[in-house]
């Protein structure tokens, strides 16, 4: 895919907005790459902001979701009508997430729990891959009060590059298939701790 011009880079609000206007095959593209850092940018409310927004779909790979804005944003998406799946880290799940992946779940959102993996270390949120205007997030930030308050993070927020979402949802399915569903996985955890 030939690049032919990039367009401008500036400061807009809290973090970089670099805009890439792509000529591929005399089509024109519209990128934005938005950089954003914690604890001195509002990540948390980008992303309940681009949830908001969000028209089909909206799929989440999370090592850890504890944030309760976001847990109810996606909730609200998922009342919306957009289909909202939640891919988690099973011992991160274990630990400290449980109590969001279980509202979640309860709600009727799919939830699935890694369990392959030491650790399914993926932050990322895709927001309507299918669209002509998908918005990709990924970097170090979990998903939760401490990565935006007390920790200091790093997300790319991607917005119109279809051929990167794209990828970042086969990579998604890929996982997910791997995945055991949360109810499942709930259920076995409960029986191995009544085990012991």
Do not use: C
Not at 93 to 120: K, N
């Amino acid at each position: 895919m030939p690049l032919r011009r990039i367009g401008l880079s500036r400061l807009i609000g809290p973090g970089l907005v670099v805009v890439a206007v792509l000529s591929v095959s005399g089509a024109a593209l519209a990128q934005e790459l938005r950089a954003l850092f914690s604890p001195w940018d509002d990540i948390e409310g980008v992303l309940v902001e681009a949830l908001a927004k969000a028209r089909t779909e909206v799929r989440v790979q999370a090592y850890l979701l504890t944030s309760r804005p976001l847990t109810r944003a996606l909730l609200e998406a998922h009342r919306r009508g957009v289909d909202v799946q939640v891919l988690a880290d099973a011992e991160m799940a274990r630990r400290a997430g449980g109590e969001s992946l279980q509202q979640l779940a309860q709600a009727g959102v799919p939830v699935w729990i890694e369990t392959r993996y030491a650790a399914a270390h993926n932050k990322v949120m895709l927001i309507d891959s299918g669209r002509d205007r998908p918005v990709l997030v990924t970097g170090s930030y979990n998903f939760t009060w401490s990565a935006q308050a007390r920790n200091a993070e790093n997300v790319l927020v991607i917005t119109g590059n279809a051929d990167l979402a794209r990828r970042y949802a086969e990579n998604w399915r890929r996982h997910r298939e791997e995945a055991t569903d949360y109810g499942k996985w709930a259920q076995t955890d409960q029986d191995k701790k009544h085990a012991r």
